[in-house]
């Protein structure tokens, strides 16, 4: 009884002071320590600016992330922690790419005659999810933004669009605005006259909506418009593919998409 008594102490601490020992923790801790009763998971979840998410971000990103506008457009930082854990995996990517050391930019080298691309590391089978990609260097022929299943291949020979080249994947081409999917094209995007042009360093949101089974795209602050219906009920992985040599992308998850 004792013991449960001293428990019931733990769990009245005041925030304060939880906070400031829940600042040393890590995420997988933290995870453990919000199930422990509705007092620390308020002390946890109620500030997304608090020091403990803080100390968190300044242990896990790299200092580039956080001093760059990488991660402008998140409010917090619970969120840029969030966006790092749904980031490129450097372990499911083609060998012709790498991770920067920020975390969140591919980088793909010089190689000839390949196509490359790179998946996140956590999928979605359910919810909304909403993240920003950009091109940082020239498109070349083919630079395509999307999603793609775990059967999906990352690398291929040529010069390619691989997202939407079989039908694991589905792709956006930001070069000639067609959209692919099991290896045809399935009519050109934004459905508008003279579509503009991708500009470098422009961020794209991508929206996918696994209740409806639809992705769309967001060009600024312009909707437009869904470009896929019918997704399966499967895990679907933000993913893009590059061709040209040292280019680099960024992508940037940005949690719920906000409506209207």
């Not at 506008?69 to 840029?80: E, G, Q, T």
Request: with cysteine.
């Amino acid at each position: 009884r004792r013991q449960l008594q001293r428990r019931g102490r733990g769990g009245r601490l005041p925030s304060r002071v939880l906070e400031l020992v829940f600042s040393y923790l890590e995420l997988s801790e933290l995870r453990s320590c919000a199930l422990v009763c509705k007092h620390w998971y308020r002390c946890l979840h109620g500030d997304e600016n608090s020091e403990v998410w803080r100390s968190l971000c300044a242990r896990s990103l790299a200092e580039e992330a956080l001093r760059t506008d990488i991660l402008c457009n998140l409010p917090s930082y619970k969120a840029k922690i969030r966006a790092f854990q749904h980031a490129f995996s450097t372990n499911d990517c083609s060998r012709n790419v790498y991770i920067k050391k920020n975390g969140f930019t591919l980088h793909r080298n010089p190689i000839a005659q390949s196509t490359d691309g790179a998946r996140t590391k956590i999928g979605f089978s359910e919810g909304r999810h909403a993240w920003e990609v950009w091109w940082e260097g020239p498109l070349g022929t083919v630079a395509v933004i999307g999603i793609a299943t775990k059967r999906a291949p990352m690398q291929c020979q040529g010069y390619v669009a691989l997202l939407g080249s079989d039908d694991q994947s589905w792709g956006w081409n930001l070069v000639d605005n067609n959209l692919l999917h099991n290896g045809e094209v399935n009519g050109s995007f934004p459905q508008c006259n003279n579509a503009p042009k991708y500009q470098i360093g422009e961020r794209i949101r991508v929206i996918l909506d696994m209740e409806d089974k639809t992705l769309a795209f967001e060009r600024g602050y312009e909707f437009l418009g869904v470009a896929f219906r019918g997704l399966p009920k499967v895990c679907l992985y933000p993913a893009v593919s590059a061709v040209y040599g040292n280019t680099e992308v960024t992508l940037v998850y940005l949690g719920k998409p906000l409506d209207g």
